[in-house]
């Protein structure tokens, strides 16, 4: 089981990612949890997660939530802005999928 967090501004406009991101691992088989933050959230919820993935829009936090996921060997990168913009869940889970592996 692959655990994988989002964070956005406000914890919502990431939610369609999610279900997209959920239904192509469905249908690749792999087993994921997946679920999106407000920025306020990320440090706590961290804990749980084994990659950080940052809405384009928050691209300015990375060094903050890098410094905390580096501590417990999270990967941490900012989700492609044309992959965001366009929903497009299984170009986000490919590269998610591929930093927990590295």
């Known amino acids: 089981m692959k655990n994988i967090l989002l964070a956005c501004s406000a914890g919502m ?8 991101m959920e239904e192509k691992a469905t249908e690749k088989g792999v087993e ?6 407000a920025q ?10 084994d990659v ?11 060094n903050k939530y ?5 501590e417990r060997g ?3 990168d900012v989700i492609d802005p044309i992959a965001y913009g366009r929903v497009d869940g299984e170009a986000v889970l490919d590269k998610a999928l591929a930093l927990i592996k590295n």
């Open 13 to 20: 406009s990431t939610s369609l990612l999610v279900a997209k």
């Open 32 to 37: 994921v949890t997946i679920w999106a933050v």
């Open 40 to 49: 306020d959230k990320v440090v706590k919820e961290i804990e749980k997660a």
């Open 52 to 62: 950080l993935l940052i809405g384009p829009q928050m691209r300015f936090m990375k």
């Open 66 to 70: 890098t410094a905390v996921a580096d």
């Open 74 to 76: 999270i990967p941490v």
